[in-house]
């Protein structure tokens, strides 16, 4: 492999954010078989976790192909990725991380697993509200959230929330999170907002980091405050890579994948997982096909009928997202399908891009605003469910703290008013 650095990995910029969403007074409730697999998707996302670290660990020693981790680390700069060619022969999980869902025709469908935790404040405020109010048990329980974001501080006299973003993400105040953060009169926290990155921990602090790590700069202050104190999410931006679901669907992967994660665990995932491909560029051998969708070279995709094949494209590694929903299918309005074919090929080099087949969406119907039934408002549903490991040095699991639910009902037809989107916490429609 080459020994010039690479330039830093792009992060696409944000669409323009839509209004901010309406917020539900009334709870989401889940059906209990789709509760059941919440659950038990805390059981297996630890397990996947902790196989994607040992093949990226494998991969940079050489037991494992090396694109692997020549794909995970591309275009990142040096700090970001050497902490994931360093990393411990059994890494630890993320204390707390959050995962996209997708209420689909078929079923739950993951779409990203992230670090960032997006709305995690609005999620544990709206827990509690409907715990107090006794008309449902959220999921989690009454205070999930929060017991897992003082799981994430324990031991941490002082914690330094450090959010010098630019472009906020509606209903994600970073302040609010303070407040989660301070413990009770009698085992005091500090708990100090920074907007810049100006920061001087103590080597006994914490810092919470709600900034993406993806520039020079960026990478250069995280690299800084993890010599210094203790910082969560790392300087190692593996487990946030969307490149991972493409992985898990390379053939070539699936004995290492079915050995590690078992075969009750890879089938499940398969099942929950669109299928995924990464837009690599190089030239196919002249009897090679692209696997579903018998192509010979990528740059024909350009001709396929995205909204047909339910086809989207994203950056392994994402900015923050307003909802989880995923795509767009077939690209951005701004953008035609043949530009963003081609802009994902030529960028390659610096931030990979994966191709998917995002599945059709169920169509749901709204609350009512008391809870108590639907609406007439019909829409697709996708969630954002929080994640506390139990033990993430020996990986047993992670538990669910929480859900948003997000329905999104359709903008009319020769309308130009954007989809409306809704949001509430999830409740189980047997509690």
Known sequence: MSTT????????????????PTVSSAPWR?????????????????????????????STEGRHPAWIAG??????????????????KHPRLPTLCSVDVTLAATGP??????????????????????????????????????????????????????????????LDNPAEVCPLL???????????????????????????????????DAAAAAARLASMARLLPTTTSLFDEALWFALLWNGNLQPFWRQELGGGYFDWLREHLPYAWVLDPTPLPPHAVIPRLGLADWADLAALHPHAERLAI????????????????????????TATVANALRSFSRSPHILERIPEPALVALPDAAGAGASSVVGEVALRCYYSARDTAAATGFALAGALAWHRSPSRPGNDVPPTLTVGACCSSHD
């Not at 805390?42 to 670290?53: K, P, S, T």
């Not at 301070?182 to 006994?204: C, F, G, I, K, Y």
């Open 5 to 20: 650095p690479a330039p830093p990995r792009a992060v696409t910029p944000s669409a323009p954010l839509p209004a901010p």
């Open 30 to 58: 889940l059906e209990a078989g789709c509760v059941d697999e919440l659950d038990r998707l805390g059981r297996v996302l630890a397990q996947f976790l902790r196989a994607a670290a040992l093949l990226h660990r494998r």
């Open 71 to 88: 794909w995970l680390d591309q275009g990142k700069p040096a700090r970001s990725a050497s902490p994931q060619r360093h990393a411990p």
């Open 109 to 170: 469908v993951l779409t990203r697993i992230s670090t960032r935790l997006e709305h995690i404040a609005l999620a544990a405020r709206l827990q509690e509200r409907h715990a107090a109010a006794a008309n449902a048990v959220p999921l989690g329980g009454p205070d999930g959230i929060r017991q897992a974001l003082q799981h994430l501080c324990a031991g941490a006299t002082h914690i330094h929330v450090v959010a010098p973003e630019t472009h906020p993400i509606p």
């Open 182 to 216: 301070a413990t009770s009169a009698d085992n005091p926290r500090r708990v100090t907002l920074h907007q810049t990155l100006d920061v001087e921990p103590r080597p006994e602090d914490l810092v919470l980091r709600r900034f993406t790590i993806e520039t020079p």
């Open 314 to 337: 994203r950056p392994s590694l994402q900015p923050a997202r307003a909802d989880p929903f995923p795509g767009p299918v077939g690209g951005s309005s701004e953008t035609p399908w």
